[in-house]
């Protein structure tokens, strides 16, 4: 059974900082290319980053520079640092996991950004 359960979520205030995890198992998780999606209410689900089974990565435009994606193999963990939040980064984070066959979510974690 697959599981990615993501964690690190909160209210933080705006320049404030917060760390999500998403732990996964169930998968080779080297072989996935992983991402972090937010939600924000009234809003399409949309990529804020990812990072390749390779490790390259990208960023939405309006998280460069203050969002880093990581992950760590040997954990089967992926993070998402997230620095100098604004209120407009308040949202549902979302985990993906995803290859050429598969893609899997998991359930979210809030974030929440007061101004």
């Known amino acids: 059974q697959v599981q990615l359960v993501e964690s690190g979520g909160g209210l933080v205030q705006a320049g404030g900082s917060l760390r999500l995890s998403c732990a996964a198992s169930?998968?080779?998780?080297?072989?996935?290319?992983m991402g972090w999606y937010r939600q924000a209410p009234g809003k399409q689900r949309e990529l804020v980053a990812a990072?390749?089974?390779?490790?390259?990565?990208n960023y939405t435009d309006s998280v460069k520079g203050r969002f880093t994606i990581s992950r760590d193999n040997a954990k089967n963990t992926v993070y998402l640092q997230m620095n100098n939040l604004k209120p407009e980064d308040t949202a549902v984070y979302y985990c993906?996991?995803?290859?050429?066959?598969?893609?899997?979510w998991g359930q979210g974690t809030q974030v929440t950004v007061s101004s």
């Open positions: 993906n996991a995803v290859n050429w066959a598969r893609s899997y």
């Open positions: 169930g998968i080779i998780f080297s072989m996935y290319d």
């Open positions: 990072i390749t089974s390779g490790s390259s990565t």
